[in-house]
């Protein structure tokens, strides 16, 4: 069994709270989790971890523990420890041996008790680089082109733990020079990056993303990142702040590229606007990545083959890309036992799957005549987009992942 996990039960057994709390954290870690949950049910408190994506029970601890768990993580998170009605959110900053960890606390009334969740942030972890996180071809040509470009806006979309502030972060430190000066307005800043001036916003006292970007004009900045885009007034700043020569980088939660389009025109910005300023739209999700220790070989049966040929039938392979591997009737999988190395998952670790629209002179064209959403994407596409799905599917040719796991993501 794991040191830690053991660690663990044992301070359960012996009802030391803060123990049980410093070994999960350190578990967290670890295991190179992302969330950690506390959940009361009517029985027993379990506590599960975010791992890959995917939640993971590892350990159940008896109910009259829990006040005095949930008392404990709110003294750490400067939280009201005599409020249980309302959901409280705090932060705890703290350090496991030499690692400094940042948990972003979000406490909330259920049935059955308070539950808790806290976001780990790792803040020894290195921001990788754009070659690193999986963007590769035609994608990376795009994303790089337009990091180069003086000004103007670039979004990286998805939902909730796709990854999307580490692209930023990677594209922050492509640009990173002494020449340039860096700003990011950031809630929380999740990593702190030499050469960057980082800023965090706090909504409780009115310094939002949209005044932290309105002061940053008077900085004499070269490139902006605004943690994210949420309202009309960040997008109106932004693009004020693209049209007078800054590069502003930014996320926003959308689906896909093209509803990123649709998205910025619902939030009342004229389109002639967002043409002449955003210059890129990224979507991305997050895969997870077959264990490279027990992985094996498999058949495709016909109509997976069929679905995958049929999802290259408009692509303009890039050219590294061997269209051969197409041809293929075999893929790899997950192995059903697993292994040590993976805990029997049959994966281990994350890659990234990308979508990058290039706004060109026929996708600004399609938004000036108010063409749906899947008009520009069909325009998209003709002119060499690579989608999710397709995406998704190069990286299960060459063995990174499953057709299993991108269909759950693209689907």
């Avoid at 996990?5 to 999960?24: M, W």
Wanted: proline share 5%; charged share 25%; net charge negative.
């Amino acid at each position: 069994m794991n040191p830690t996990l053991e660690r663990i039960k044992n301070a359960i057994i012996q009802a030391n709270i803060p123990d049980i709390i410093e070994a999960v954290i350190r578990l967290a870690l670890e295991r190179n989790a992302s969330d950690i949950h506390i959940e009361p049910g009517k029985n027993v408190v379990r506590i599960r971890l975010r791992i890959d994506g995917v939640l993971r029970i590892i350990v159940e601890y008896p109910l009259n523990l829990h006040p005095g768990v949930v008392s404990k993580v709110k003294i750490l998170a400067n939280l009201k420890i005599d409020e249980s009605r309302i959901p409280q959110d705090g932060r705890i900053n703290t350090y496991i041996d030499e690692t400094e960890v940042d948990l972003r606390t979000s406490t909330l009334p259920t049935a059955t008790g308070e539950k808790v969740v806290m976001r780990v942030l790792d803040k020894s972890k290195r921001v990788p680089s754009i070659e690193q996180l999986g963007i590769e071809g035609r994608n990376l040509e795009r994303f790089t082109a337009a990091l180069r470009e003086p000004n103007g806006i670039l979004l990286t979309s998805g939902p909730t733990g796709s990854g999307k502030t580490t692209t930023m972060y990677s594209a922050m430190s492509y640009l990173n020079t002494p020449e340039k000066n860096l700003m990011t307005f950031e809630d929380p800043i999740e990593n702190q990056m030499p050469g960057l001036n980082q800023s965090q916003v706090r909504p409780d006292i009115d310094y939002t993303f949209a005044r932290g970007l309105r002061t940053a004009l008077r900085q004499d900045p070269d490139i902006i990142m605004v943690g994210e885009i949420r309202d009309r007034e960040t997008i109106d700043i932004a693009i004020e702040a693209s049209l007078t020569g800054h590069l502003v980088l930014s996320t926003i939660h959308t689906n896909s590229a093209v509803e990123t389009i649709t998205r910025i025109l619902n939030m009342k910005v004229p389109d002639f606007l967002l043409c002449s300023s955003v210059r890129l739209i990224i979507a991305q999700r997050l895969a997870r990545k077959l264990c490279n220790t027990c992985k094996v070989p498999t058949p495709m049966s016909q109509d997976m083959l069929h679905k995958m040929q049929t999802a290259f039938e408009d692509f303009n392979p890039w050219e590294d890309f061997d269209m051969r591997l197409l041809n293929t009737p075999m893929v790899h999988s997950a192995a059903k036992e697993g292994c040590g190395n993976c805990e029997g998952t049959g994966y281990s670790g994350r890659v990234a799957i990308f979508e990058v629209l290039d706004m060109t002179e026929e996708i600004k064209k399609a938004i000036l005549e108010g063409q749906p959403g899947y008009e520009i994407q069909k325009r998209a596409i003709a002119e060499g987009m690579v989608t999710l799905e397709q995406d998704g599917l190069i990286k299960v040719l060459q063995g990174i992942t499953s057709i299993e796991e991108i269909y759950k993501l693209v689907q």
